[in-house]
């Protein structure tokens, strides 16, 4: 028995991998236990799909393959056969049967996460849906922002009720994974791109921070709705704090492509060299627009000749 690929437009059928059986307690038989067929199958995006194939006893593949029925990517491993999976992309979630689940980067295959549940729970499966939202307040404090320099704050009252309701929206997540048990839901949320960056930068890992970014700017789609905003969100203040940080490192090229690709309002960095900003620009419309940390990093970090003298000095 086979996985199958239909194609109801050709009336077409292509055979995939086995399908997986497990064993099943059967009394009316001598053994005691007969195989039955367990597949299980998620949508990736369109079409890609992704399908399982293993045994309970044994390590246990989680296989890519588009809508020919052709295998990509690579291959996921579990460390035993899931009792079902999930994906919210670019991540794959399987609940296996040790009460675990495992998360798994699409993109490269890396196990990313491993979280025990409690033996309470009684975990029997997970579904995907439009989700609960939850507030986080992570979220609202990394991608608060507010008119830069502050003395141009009381100029803009319209402009910071928007940004304030801005922030709110984006910091409305939604669990989309729930996990059902014996008698209870829990809900699964997707730790925020800016969380994991600022992680790894108090590390002082700038290369891995972009690296993060860029795999995250690959799963974007055209979607206009909130989620893809504040994902884009999410991105320019990782690209606007790692090009700052390779700034203060003397890094110029690099980090003014960061701060290209974080979408810096060019007035800011052309203000970091002494005598060449005029102060007009500053009270021009529309008015300079910081995340609240990169402005404390800016007033931190001092101009360019101030960066300079730093570096000759250490």
Known sequence: MNYKLINLQQSSVTLLIPTPQVPINSPSLLGGTQLVPKPLVAVVRQDEFLVVSGSPDNQTIGIFVNSNGDAIR???????????????????????????????????????????????????????????????????????????????????????????????????????????????????????????????????????????????????????????????????????????????????????????KGEMDPRLVIHLFEGLAQPKWLTESPPVLLFDEIRHLVERMGTIKDIGEKSSHT
Request: net charge negative; proline share 2%; charged share 20%.
């Open 74 to 260: 690579g291959t996921l491993q579990w460390s035993s056969y899931p009792k079902a999976i999930c994906v919210e992309f670019p991540y794959v979630a399987a609940l296996l049967l040790n009460q675990k689940i495992e998360i798994h980067n699409i993109m490269d295959q890396t196990l990313l996460q491993v979280m025990s549940l409690d033996v309470g729970i009684e975990a029997n499966g997970m579904s995907f849906g439009h989700g609960i939202k939850v507030w986080m307040d992570v979220l609202a404090q990394k991608l608060k922002r507010s008119v830069w320099p502050a003395t141009q704050q009381q100029n803009e009252q319209e402009l910071f009720h928007d940004l304030q309701r801005e922030v709110t929206r984006y910091s409305t997540a939604a669990a989309r994974i729930l996990i059902y048990g014996k008698d209870s839901v829990l809900a699964q949320v997707t730790t925020p791109l800016v969380v994991q960056v600022d992680v790894l930068l108090q590390k002082n890992l700038v290369e891995e921070a972009v690296q993060l970014a860029e795999q995250a700017r690959n799963t974007m789609s055209s979607d206009h709705n909130v989620y893809m905003e504040r994902l884009r969100s999410e991105l320019n203040y990782t690209f606007q704090k790692a090009g700052l940080f390779l700034l203060k490192s003397t890094l110029f090229d690099d980090a003014f492509t960061l701060l290209t």
